[in-house]
């Protein structure tokens, strides 16, 4: 089962890995203990969107980038859990024919992440 709140923590720590910064940093900026923003990170505790604001707004990243990484992750993961389960939709099965298989965040180690080439990936600018 994929959890929404293990996905959302994963992408909130790789947001303050990316800038360098510790828990104790950004749990102070948005003023949330360090334990339980330690605990959303972990996937442990589900953030109101109170919180969430508060912690965007810490790590100076914009709620929407934020959901719409999860939203990626989801969608891999779920893409995963299909072709582990083999209930692929069937117009999905040419397109993950044509995919290589990794590894995903959040998912144990004995699933997979499905990396799509470049060429079928869709860039829209903002």
Not at 89 to 115: D, F, H, Y
């Amino acid at each position: 089962m994929i959890l929404l709140r293990r996905l959302l923590g994963d992408v909130l720590r790789r947001q303050r890995q990316r800038q360098g910064r510790t828990l104790r940093e950004v749990s102070s900026s948005a003023r949330v203990s360090l334990g339980y923003l330690s605990e959303v990170e972990r996937g442990q505790k589900e953030a109101s969107s109170e919180l969430l604001s508060s912690i965007c707004e810490a790590l100076d990243v914009r709620m929407s980038e934020l959901m719409r990484e999860v939203s990626d992750e989801l969608a891999l993961a779920e893409l995963a859990e299909s072709a582990a389960s083999d209930t692929v939709p069937a117009p999905m099965r040419s397109m993950l024919n044509s995919m290589s298989v990794t590894s995903v965040t959040g998912v144990p180690e004995e699933r997979v992440t499905i990396k799509a080439p470049a060429e079928a990936v869709d860039v829209v600018a903002a």
